[in-house]
């Protein structure tokens, strides 16, 4: 019970501090400074569909930053609905496009960039964009004015309809993020406290990102021990509100690791901050949502009247009353629209639905329903394949299940069988998964998926099964087309090699 009272009297006074410093107005950067034109390199990274992106080329092309101060990088990440050779015709926009068997993710695709420029030497910072996003025309003239400042920078996400307006639960979404940003994290930047990178859009300096290195982006965890390692480099990651990005609210993400997560990242820091920077970003990760803070609370005041405590009823009484008085000053320093007050109110209700449905317990009735009361439209065919330790060669069976329409895949040898354990949306993702599997027992799978020579064919299907071989052989007719499926196998089977780019 001591322990709860400390914990949530830390909370009070750091929500007391966020209210008092919003108060106090400062003058935009932009209205201090004049600053030289940066030399910005704009990389949108575009995966999967890619509705928005020429959209987002088009805005970009005509921002009011002058046109020779900064250049275009679009990465294509097997996207499916973008054409190469219309945006290699531009050439205002240089083109990287990754014909992967699938996406390599946005951390290596950032860091491929960032390889290829990295000995450029009057280049100052990156500015790295989704194709989800839209940007207003003086987005990169606010870039190069914030630059004189701050090292990293995170924009302010606005949401937009996907119709002719926001549904009640998108506002409450939208409402909650914009009290997030315009209160917390724009506070903290004006305390001087990182923010959690977000790497959806965000600038960062070249020199900065020479010297830490690489990108670790996989999740929203990744984002968090990224922000720690800028932290340990004595770097905060600044909120910029006149920076501005738009995306649809189909997008919308809350950017809040879980509890559990952001705990396990505490422990595990909370003996290793060398400035202050790291330790107060690693005690953040330990503040409470306010259906925490108002439990906690209660359980106090229950214990304090009741029991006999160190502390009394009184004295916990007033501080949650302070902290009430704190949150109603975080509401007017926010300065959010009128009916966006009532949206926010709305939010814990929401929070409540979400966990309610997601409790393990109904969790587990909801998909035995599901399972029950769906028929599955199961389809399976089995190939012979070859499987090797680097000695000799195994001849066994592959079983391809599509249940569905989600793929899995059995692997069967002499009777015995092990199954994927994931679905995947395509085929070539199940093998992938056996074929890690595989690997950790020293054995590799001789498909042409794995080989070196395959090449995949984009055909439209969500199955990606199709290819062709590029093997060289004795007697092949120069130009001649041969196809293949991602399970084939041959005697000229050479294994596909994955280099680090990073």
Known sequence: MIFLYIYITVFTIYFIVLAIAS?????????????????????????????????????????????????IYTILDKCENISEVTLQSDLNVNVININNMEPVGKSQAYSIVAEKLHDIKDLDAYVFLDSKNYVDSDFLMNVNFYLTKYDVMNPMVNYLPLNDSLSFWENVKSAYSRYCSKFIYKTRTKLGLTNII???????????????????????????????????????????????????????????????????????????????????FVLSLAVPNWLTVILIYFILLRHSYVFPFWVGYSTILITFIVLTIAFCVSLLNARLFSKEYLYLFMYPFQSIAKMTYNFPPIRGIRNIIKITTRKHNIEKMTTDVIVTDGKRDYTCQLELISDDGL??????????????????????????????????????????????????????STNMIKGCCNCQFQGRTPGDIIPTLVWNTCPKFEEHNVVNLF
């Open 407 to 460: 793929a899995k895949v059995r692997f069967i040898n002499k009777g015995k069988k092990y199954t994927t354990k994931n679905n995947h949306l395509r085929m070539i993702d199940a093998i992938r998964e056996l074929t890690t599997k595989l690997a950790d027992y020293g054995l590799t799978l001789k498909v042409c998926q794995c080989c070196k020579y395959f090449q995949p064919v984009v055909d439209g």
């Open 198 to 280: 977000n790497t959806d859009s965000f600038v960062i300096k070249k020199s900065l990102l020479n010297k830490i290195g690489s990108f670790e982006f996989q999740d929203i965890i990744s984002e968090v021990k990224y922000t720690l390692k800028l932290a340990k480099e004595r770097i905060s990651v600044a909120f910029v509100e006149d920076l501005k990005v738009y995306k649809c609210i189909n997008c919308f993400d809350f950017r809040v690791p879980s509890l559990s997560k952001r705990m396990g990242i505490f422990w595990a820091n909370i003996t290793q901050t060398p400035n202050f920077t790291t330790q107060e």
């Open 23 to 71: 108060m106090k107005t400062s003058r935009k950067i932009r209205d201090k400074y004049t600053p030289k034109d940066a030399n910005l390199c704009v990389v949108i990274y575009a995966t999967g569909k890619t509705d928005t992106l020429e959209n987002l080329i088009k805005q970009l092309k005509n921002q009011t930053y002058p046109k020779q101060s900064y250049t």
